[in-house]
């Protein structure tokens, strides 16, 4: 069992960045894949990264490329979204997401699931 507490989200001028952590319970937190998901108001909820349990090959949504940053930190069981050059568009919540298979894009292979932080970009 992962429990998944995120934080860091806010508003932010767009051009703006922030930092949102996920802090996971457990002990087995180095052997899962971690990922960040967002859902912004009237659509359906997208990828947005994913990263191995190892750290490696970390995978992003196209929209994000070049502006996001996913890290990890398995001594502090904590994942990170580093977010800059932040756009109107990418005003959603944003969640993270645990599984113990790969570092996958697709949402149903994630079984642990935060509540979410809501982040807004202002134009």
């Known amino acids: 069992q992962v429990q998944l507490v995120e934080s860091g989200g806010g508003l932010v001028q767009a051009g703006g960045s922030l930092r949102l952590s996920c802090a996971a319970s457990g002990r087995t937190f180095s052997s899962y894949s971690m990922g960040w998901f967002r859902q912004a108001a009237g659509k359906e909820r997208e990828f947005v990264a994913a990263l191995s349990w190892s750290g490696a090959m970390p995978r992003y949504a196209d929209s994000v490329k070049g502006r996001f940053t996913i890290s990890r930190d398995n001594a502090k069981n904590t994942v990170y979204l580093q977010m800059n050059s932040l756009k109107p568009d990418d005003t959603a919540v944003y969640y993270c997401?645990?599984?113990?298979?790969?570092?996958?894009?697709?949402?149903?292979?994630?079984?642990?699931w935060g509540q979410g932080t809501q982040v807004t970009v202002s134009s």
């Open positions: 997401a645990a599984t113990q298979g790969g570092a996958s894009s697709y949402d149903k292979s994630y079984n642990y």
